[in-house]
């Protein structure tokens, strides 16, 4: 995990102003804090795993196992250029155009990280069973999003 001290000086800025606003002392609000913290957690894992139970019922046994070697696996870039131009020669990538905007999770050995994206980009898709799509920005760059915030073109 890297050292971010901007975040730090953040954290301990937002736990100062906690224990100020509740007249508390700092240690009560910084276990408030991780309390917090853990309850977004958990939450998030709860989501995830509805997220995932909802993609297994929906998928082929096929596509589920090709889903989860991705989630599971960190692709080297050579694997990612392999995939793509694979499915690009057998045809099952397609123009897209991302109807929302926002932060997607990209990762290949160059980046691992969020990148902001405009609604209305251009990308090739790949459609997996009605339920979810594979989205490539380049050959070493790809996610997955869900048929409605693509539009076909």
């Not at 991780?34 to 795993?49: G, R």
């Given at each position: 995990m890297e050292i971010d001290p901007a975040k730090d000086l953040e954290i301990a800025?937002?736990?100062?102003?906690?224990?100020?606003?509740?007249?508390?002392?700092?240690?009560?609000?910084?276990?408030?804090?991780?309390?917090?913290?853990?309850?977004?957690?958990?939450?998030?894992?709860?989501?995830?795993?509805?997220?995932?139970?909802?993609?297994?019922?929906?998928l082929s046994p096929e596509k589920w196992e090709s889903l989860m070697s991705y989630v599971r696996h960190h692709p080297t870039d050579e694997e990612l250029t392999q995939a793509y131009y694979q499915a690009k020669r057998q045809g099952r990538l397609k123009p897209a155009k991302l109807l929302v905007g926002g932060d997607f999770y990209f990762r290949n050995s160059d980046f691992v990280g969020k990148k902001y994206l405009e609604p209305g980009i251009v990308l090739e898709a790949e459609l997996y069973d009605n339920t979810i799509c594979h989205i490539w920005l380049s050959p070493i760059e790809c996610e997955f999003v869900f048929p409605d915030e693509l539009e076909f073109i």
């Open positions: 800025a937002h736990v100062l102003t906690i224990a100020k606003t509740h007249k508390i002392d700092a240690r009560e609000a910084l276990r408030l804090y991780i309390e917090k913290l853990k309850l977004e957690a958990e939450q998030e894992k709860q989501k995830s795993t509805n997220l995932s139970d909802y993609l297994k019922e929906r």
